[in-house]
């Protein structure tokens, strides 16, 4: 798994710095953010979108095909369009998740801003959310976006990760810490 993410992340970066360079000379890069932002939208609501791109027994030609009948019904900006032919044409669509990723971490680097996932055993109030990245921000020194989700197993606490930082204050890591502790003790 880590070599795919190795070898898309290989592919996926000179694209996404080549876009990022023309976006910050046209001074389009949030609006070329918010044209991936649609792209990943569509990737992630449609599955067969999805494995289209991904699909290596659907032809060059007709993925550009494709391509280009979802570029006349979307209202992306020719700068993301032309990219889209471009990773189209070289036949690379398959890694446009990654691009759209590897954008989007330039982008926010070039605001001094940093994401950071945040897993919860239940929903973070707007309060709780505003105290947790301002923490963050003292911390690191950038501004913060949270990205939040849930997971019940858990049990209480959080599991914050910044970057290859990680902070796990989660009650389920204790117990299992604990349970690990008490089969030495005997």
């Known amino acids: 798994m880590s070599a795919t993410l190795s070898v898309l992340t290989g592919i996926a970066r000179p ?25 990943s939208g569509l990737i992630a ?11 290596p027994t659907i ?10 009948a979802i570029l006349g019904k979307a209202k992306t900006s020719e700068l993301v369009a032309n990219t889209l032919r471009l990773v189209a044409r070289n036949g690379r669509l398959f890694a446009l998740p990654a691009i759209i990723a590897a954008y989007k971490a330039l982008a926010a680097e070039a605001r001094n801003e940093v994401a950071a996932d945040v897993v919860s055993a239940t929903k973070l109030t707007a309060a709780q959310e505003k105290e947790l990245a301002k923490v963050l ?25 910044v970057g290859s930082k990680m902070i796990d204050t989660s009650l389920k890591t204790k117990l299992s810490a604990m349970k690990i502790a008490m089969k030495g003790i005997s």
């Open 45 to 55: 609501s449609s599955d067969d979108f999805a494995r289209f791109l991904k699909s």
């Open 59 to 68: 032809s060059a030609d007709a993925k550009r095909e494709a391509l280009e």
């Open 15 to 39: 694209y996404a710095a080549a876009l990022f360079d023309l976006a910050s000379d046209a001074k389009a890069v949030e609006a070329t953010e918010k044209d991936l932002d649609a792209i």
């Open 137 to 161: 921000q003292g911390k690191l020194g950038k501004d913060i976006t949270l990205n939040a989700r849930v997971d019940e197993s858990l049990i209480g606490g959080l599991v914050v990760k």
